[in-house]
């Protein structure tokens, strides 16, 4: 029943991608031309190394537009804030296949996990697209693939974290990225031997995030804290065969007024660290997701950019411990027809290292602690308290009962010390 649910639903999610592919070149090229006479055109577009840094690999962050950075609760931190692996519910283990533009395809991989307040992950994405040189004639000259990649290590730790909040998460990602050029030809047809290391490319960069989640205006209950910020620098590092990396300045924040809704926003400012002037202009994006039951989410997302704003919806679908993700895009690039495109990811929840067994063993025993001092049993409800912070040291509910019987040993002290001064 639930395979015939999502068979449906995928229909009508690609039935709704094409009737939007039909209706854009009428209704997007408004846009186009409402957003670039806000915006102008950004004249310093495409002057940073390595584009494969921009271009997502999928998942819930590009369903919502990349307004992910406040959010970072599944992998798709790994790309948008490197402070989210600290804060992980669950170890994941995800594979991405992203149509870009023409022929150009990005797969990518990554795997996070979590042990206590320590958080690690790893991922690569690999985008490529074909080359291939022709003479005057249009004879096929030389051949093969332009290929940008990107590895991913990642480790976050998440400070002060208690029942009430959830903790600063800070974290770094360390990249390593490299550009490769097929060999061209001359003015004779003749294929030169290493022309294309000549143009191909290595370096390395860093990213930083910070991330922290607290209660705001929440109208529902939950242990769950439903408002979240982030600040992130990405694509930290020197300059590549004279070419600045794609460097971008973040501040994020995301907000779940009701269970199932989450808005979320992105501020991205771009900084050239060779030469300010050629900096990109500031942007936005803003993103929605709703679950709209316990095997299904949807997302939309719209990144306002000078030149190149784009439209997404996507969806994801839980089978057991398995989530297909599938995002369609609308690109508004600086062109006569906007660029269309679909991402695949599968994400394999591995589980979440006993974590949820021992949250509910320490729940258990707070309320046996409560149980206990109800019916006048102090040293067991005292027992419970201990030992469920012995478990969880954060877990402030036990530390305020256990303040409040030493506050009301002190005061029964302090009243039979003074019935003793009568006499």
Known sequence: MKFRKITV????????????SLNADENWGDIADFLNNIYGIDNNTGLTAFPVLNVPM??????MAGAFAAISDDISFLEFNPAGSSMLEKSELAFF???WVADTKLEGAAYATRFGNLGIAAGAKWLYTPFTEYNYYGERVSSGYYSEGVAILNVSYNLFPSYYFSGVSIGVNLKGAFRLVPDFTDNYDNILSGSGMDQSAAMGMADIGILTRFNFLKFYAAREQNMSVALVAKNLGPPASGEALPTVFNAAIAYKPIRPLIISFDFFYPFNLLDY???ELPYGALGLSVQVADFLSMRTGLMVKAGTSRFTIGSAIIIDNITLDINYTLDLLTQFQPLNRIS???RINLGDKGRKQLSDKVDELYLLGVEAHARGNLADAKLCWEEA???DSGFTPAKEALIMMENREDLIKRIEDLYLLDF
């Open 97 to 99: 296949h992203n149509n």
């Open 58 to 63: 999928g998942g819930r962050s590009e369903g």
């Open 389 to 391: 912070l012995s478990i």
């Open 277 to 279: 002037t050629l900096s």
């Open 344 to 346: 695949l990811g599968v």
């Open 9 to 20: 639903l995928l229909a009508v999610f690609t039935l709704f991608a094409q009737t939007l």
